[in-house]
């Protein structure tokens, strides 16, 4: 996880706060960026001139638009990472096989990033894409690398990043956590029964190397109504569970 830095430099925070700004407001002028970060109007303008100049974000008449350059260096990030190559053809298989969205997360600085999704045929849309940052506990993606994790370690993430409320089923204490990361390692799967967003149900579970660290994980996620009875409870889990086996091996002996 991320430590505070030393001796941290002051203009690349700043850069990476109208970066954030941009994304947040969905590209914006000088005018209404400076008004969302508190800064001056001529800062901001000297700092999207340079990013421009670098080809980081884009200029549509006046106003500023993360750009494309960014996906060239996720693209980069993502392409080598062994677990990505080795989930991929099976998160396509698990996907193809339920009808329903399959994920890949990892986790990084205590937050889980969407390494792959993969959709099947009946696979519903949900507001999140590869790339994207979700709280490690209100996913069943997220809560299957924490149980896998120290338990200091997990405090650590908790104490950064708190326990949210994103709907009336999310995990909000610590006790809770604690209650379902144990259950988690009892049973081998992770759930998220509308814990993130209402309405949709995820079943997870960890991918794991040799010497039992965690990697990652694997999920297959889609709306209460499909996911309820014997097939959220135990069809699912034990397809999931055969499809992070698979990874697991590819990764150990490829």
Known sequence: MARTAQNP????????????GLKDLGGAGVTEL???????K????NYLSTL???????????????????????????HRQKLFRIAKPEADRLAEETGELANVLVEEHGRGSYLYRARGEQAVQVKAHVGTRVPLHSTALGKAILAHLPEERVDTIVDRHGLGDETDNAVTTRDELRESLDSVREDGVAFDDEERLDGLRCVAAPVLDNDGNVLG????????????NERFTEELPQKV?????VIELNVTYS
């Open 9 to 20: 430099v002051k203009s690349v925070e700043t850069t990476f706060q109208i970066l954030n």
């Open 34 to 40: 400076s008004r969302h970060l508190d800064l001056p």
């Open 42 to 45: 001529s800062t901001i303008h």
């Open 52 to 78: 421009e100049q670098e080809e980081y974000i884009v200029n549509d008449d006046g106003r500023y638009r993360v750009g494309l350059r960014f996906l060239e260096l996720g693209a980069y990030s993502r």
């Open 217 to 228: 994980a694997i999920s297959v996620s889609g709306p209460t109504n499909r996911f309820r």
């Open 241 to 245: 569970l055969e499809v992070a086996n």
